[in-house]
């Protein structure tokens, strides 16, 4: 029998991020431009899958995605425990650096969604210079707390149902039901109290204030893309952004909080052109 | 307005499943009205209509009755298109003891979502 390969390889690698090693498994495809995605709290690199395998995107870019320490199929520390586990910007900022380190990529493209649409306002803060071009998808300053994250990990609930659940709201009533199940699944397969120490970053660690100021496009283009069903980053929030960074932002209609996973094929009809603006 | 959750069971067998050792009972409010259900073994087995003089339930979901309307469309404008989205824009209260609804988060919310339209139709 024939099966339909996909043109994906995987690979394990050690990383020493903050004087600690850390197993990362990572996924890549294509060739040219280093095209770096981060994926969402909670989730994994798989939300990415489409991307992997779109031909037109494959001609010019390597996209590599990795699991971050504690998600899908990277490792959790030596000496790990249940309930340790809270990223910190710090901590989130240099298990990027060290996987771009680590694999020498030489002025990347770095596109993340979520706590990476976050933090990629971090790095154009910190490391303009070290970048082609920053990509922030569902991308805002800051978050103030409008649930009750403490249900997102508690032993008398399923941490997968409920974080499924979580997840399954913040995508479009549009986006097509098997893509939507599948963004879901990958929540319920998540380490219990994994999404709630990333939400550590996104709702209180990880806010930007005034220090957005600092972005200097002329030293690092930046593009923001966010989905109008997203009410966790919300289209205002990115425009409120966008303005003060001094650019356009994209909001892309159909799509919610996971664009990349929960409706490709809408989300490349927004990502193609910014690609091709990059190369 | 949330009567007819009562109606259809076997339509949505599937959704009892993921709730199969639930049983609670639950206000939904539209302020103007309120609607008590009991769920047993994940399954609707009674709506009342209020209005109540001593209702008994676990939990309570409120919210304008134009805001319900909103969330029961076919296909939802963002922001009115799940009840997390509804509390973030705070159109939405959640009170009680959470933990039957939070314990079954997305059994709530497609068992809410099963009143919309299965046809798209004029919205306004």
């Not at chain 1, 998540?190 to 002329?218: A, M, Q, R, T, V």
Request: hydrophobic share 35%; with cysteine.
């Amino acid at each position: 029998m024939k099966i339909e390969k996909e043109p994906i390889s995987g690979q394990y690698g050690k990383f020493k991020i903050d004087g600690i090693d850390y197993r990362i498994y990572w996924e890549e495809a294509g060739q040219g431009i280093p095209l770096v995605c981060l994926h969402t709290a909670g989730s994994d690199g798989r939300q990415y899958r489409a991307l992997l395998n779109d031909k037109k995107i494959l001609e010019k870019f390597r996209v590599i995605v990795f699991d971050m320490p504690w998600h899908g199929k990277s490792s959790p520390p030596e000496n790990a425990k249940v309930g340790n586990y809270k990223l910190s910007t710090d901590f989130y900022i240099s298990q990027i650096m060290s996987f771009i380190n680590g694999l020498e990529l030489v002025k990347p493209v770095i596109m993340g969604c979520s706590i990476g649409g976050r933090i990629i306002l971090h790095l154009a803060i910190n490391f303009p210079d070290k970048f082609r071009a920053l990509i922030g998808l569902q991308s805002a300053g800051h978050l103030d707390p409008y649930y009750d994250i403490s249900w997102l990990h508690r032993q008398d609930v399923h941490g997968g149902e409920v974080c499924g659940g979580i997840a399954y709201g913040l995508m479009a009533p549009t986006s097509p039901e098997s893509d939507k199940f599948e963004t879901m699944w990958h929540y319920m397969q998540g380490g219990p109290g994994i999404f709630k120490g990333d939400l550590f970053f996104y709702k209180f660690d990880g806010n930007i204030g005034n220090e957005i100021k600092k972005i200097d496009i002329s030293k690092c283009p930046i593009y923001l893309l966010t989905g109008e069903y997203d009410y966790s980053a919300t289209p205002e929030e990115t425009k409120s952004l966008a303005d003060t960074i001094g650019i356009e932002m994209i909001k892309m209609k159909n799509v919610g909080h996971f664009p990349m996973s929960e409706n490709p094929k809408e989300f490349l009809k927004y990502l193609h052109p910014v690609l091709n603006k990059i190369s | 307005m949330f009567k007819s959750l009562i109606d259809d069971n076997e339509k949505r067998s599937q959704l009892s499943i993921m709730a199969q050792y639930l049983n609670t009972s639950f206000m939904i409010s539209t302020k103007e009205n309120e609607y008590l259900v009991n769920i047993e073994k994940g399954v609707v087995k009674n709506v009342e209509e209020g209005p109540f003089v001593m209702p008994s339930y676990v939990f309570k979901l409120t919210a304008p009755k134009n805001e319900w309307i909103k969330f029961l469309q076919h296909t939802p404008e963002p922001g009115s298109h799940d009840i997390i989205a509804m509390l973030r824009r705070k159109v939405l209260k959640f009170e009680g003891d959470l933990h039957p609804l939070m314990s079954h988060l997305l059994y709530f919310k497609l068992l809410l979502a099963s009143l919309r339209p299965v046809e798209s139709k004029n919205e306004n």
